[in-house]
């Protein structure tokens, strides 16, 4: 049985580190640490705290978390997902509440870590997740707008529509200069990628825009002119604590620890996947929670894994927590050395950054293909995000779950057993298989809360084979998670050399097949009716 706490961080110096890596992992750790600059200073304003709380996050959570994880390349740090959580917290608490709720939410993951409960977050639903993180991504751009435009609107009403009316009441009082620096911050952000990915486009786009505002002397709201100076040192401190409160705490705790686990797990899944690895879910958790612990005392906001960040780091070289460490350092010598020029950058031109993010954490590509697929998926996203962005984002997860454990229920009360493929159900001759040819049968349906555990399953019989079939005749049903699993599965099993054939699957699976688009990565050759066809198939390839 795997420890419920092993970092990382061990087993890779256990195994031993090499000069080589360590210099991918400087190089990686380095670039990082400057796409986390702009960032931490954005979600922290964003979320409607100081610029260096967001620093400070990305130094100690981040260390913290590589130092301590069970993900190789894991960056953590501050993140959007956060950034609605945080803003509500702040207005209806204050600092100390946002502080003394973090510590409370590390606290109740580090617990989850200990009971071994890592792979429950595991079962949250695709549509889900998609729902609430494009309701978030919206929420996060409905905030930008009075920076996008230079608009100065006292007392902006906290609720989605209630925004929005605002904003248009205040349209005619647009500042054409902020604005024009918003639309350049999107284009260098987004179009400096054409030229190199190694140098990440908001950074340039806050150097450019920087230097020209100050040089043209041009009249826009700074973050020095609204935040003041920006501390180049970190203190210790510890927050006020309200008994009378404990109930609200516990509310806004709850919420960051399932927020923050859903999300750091997932980001470890991800860059899983880039690096061929396998995080410890347990570990991860237990890290994380360290880390909202330990970070408020310094003044942080919650933090939890990044994955673009952790994309960056592994597109970059990095292969271990080294890598992440080092993230952190360079975060710290910027701070220290140059917080001061942070004051210069224009708040719309953090704005135009944060547009960007909102669009690429909106997911709508994914968004789109759910509303394709069966009804009951396409409720559990709507609903999500509804409530995601009318109500509030702990209202939606609650819901969410609900409804999707309901809908659950019912699919499976509804599936029709009288399905039989058009084979034999016995093999009569496996012994005269050849080797290279794998078979894997998948019986009952290919759902949210399967779908880990068969990818898995899979994915260790295939990596034996030159060809796997596998069996679906019993396979009722597949949803958006299932098919997320499916094309990760077969794609890693294709770079691994595998080729894939899939028999006996059934007219409701190969029709959700088809809307997903998953004939893109499997030839329908390669898809067979019965199971003696999908042999001949497989020996035909070998």
């Known amino acids: 049985m795997e420890k419920v706490f092993y970092p990382k961080l061990l087993g890779v110096l256990k195994k031993g580190y090499s000069r080589k890596q360590f210099t991918a992992d400087l190089f990686a750790g380095v670039i990082v640490g400057v796409v986390a600059l702009p960032l931490a200073i954005a979600f922290a304003v964003a979320s409607g705290v100081s610029p260096e709380r967001g620093l400070i996050t990305a130094i100690v959570a981040g260390f913290l978390i590589s130092l301590l994880g069970g993900s190789r390349v894991q960056i953590g740090g501050p993140t959007g997902a956060f950034i609605v959580i945080v803003a509500g917290i702040v207005q209806t608490q204050g600092l100390d509440g946002l502080m003394i709720s973090t510590i409370l939410a590390g606290f109740i993951m580090i617990l989850l870590g200990v009971l071994r409960l890592g ?74 990628r054409r030229i190199t990915a190694r140098i990440p486009g908001s950074i340039v786009a806050i150097l450019l825009v920087t ?114 460490i080092i993230h952190a350092i360079t975060l710290l010598l910027i701070m220290l050395f140059f917080g001061r020029w942070a004051t210069l950058i224009p708040m719309s031109c953090l704005a135009g950054i944060l547009v960007v993010v909102s669009y690429n954490m909106s997911e709508w590509r994914s968004f789109v293909n759910i509303l394709k697929g069966s009804r009951f998926d396409v409720l559990i996203l709507t609903v999500t995000f509804l409530l995601t962005v009318l109500v509030n984002l702990t209202f939606a997860i609650e819901i ?28 009569e001759n496996y012994s005269d298989l050849p080797k290279e040819l794998g078979i894997y049968e998948i ?100």
Do not use: C
Not at 156 to 168: C, L
């Open 119 to 192: 792979a429950l977050l595991k079962f949250i639903p695709h549509p889900l997740i998609v729902g609430f993180t494009s309701g978030i991504a919206l929420t996060i751009f409905s905030t930008q707008i009075p920076d996008v435009f230079g608009l100065h609107i006292e007392n902006v009403p906290s609720d989605f529509i209630g925004k929005w009316v605002s904003y248009v009441h205040n349209f005619s009082h647009i500042n054409w200069t902020a604005f024009a620096i918003t639309l350049i911050t999107i284009i260098v952000s987004v179009g400096f």
């Open 211 to 324: 230097a020209g505002v100050n040089m043209l002397g041009l009249d826009v709201d700074t973050i020095g002119s609204i935040f003041g100076t920006i501390p180049q040192s970190i203190h210790l401190s510890a927050p006020v604590f309200d008994a009378s409160k404990l109930d609200a705490y516990l509310s806004a705790a709850l919420t960051i620890a399932l927020l923050g686990g859903i999300e750091s797990l997932l980001s470890a899944v991800v860059a899983d996947g880039m690096i061929s690895g396998n995080h410890r879910s347990n570990t991860e958790l237990i890290a994380q929670g360290i880390a909202n612990v330990v970070t408020p005392f310094f003044g942080g906001i919650p933090a939890t894994g990044a994955i673009a960040r952790t994309a960056t780091n592994v597109k970059n070289g990095g292969r271990t927590p080294v890598a992440g």
């Open 400 to 427: 969410g779950v609900v409804l999707a454990a309901l809908l659950f229920m019912k699919r499976m009360a509804d599936v029709n057993q009288s399905f039989t493929e058009k084979d034999s159900d016995l093999l």
């Open 443 to 542: 019986s009952g349906p290919f759902f949210f809360g399967s779908a880990k555990k068969y990818r898995s399953t899979i994915e260790q019989v295939g990596i034996k084979s030159k060809v796997l079939i596998i069996r679906m005749r019993h396979v009722p049903f597949i949803d958006a998670t299932g098919l997320k699993n499916l094309k990760d599965m077969v794609r890693q099993m294709q770079q691994s050399g595998t080729r894939i054939v899939l028999s006996g699957v059934r007219p409701e699976v190969m029709q959700s097949l088809e809307k997903d688009g998953f004939f893109t990565i499997v030839p329908s050759v390669d898809v067979l009716p019965s199971f003696d066809e999908a042999l001949k198939r497989g020996k035909e390839l070998l």
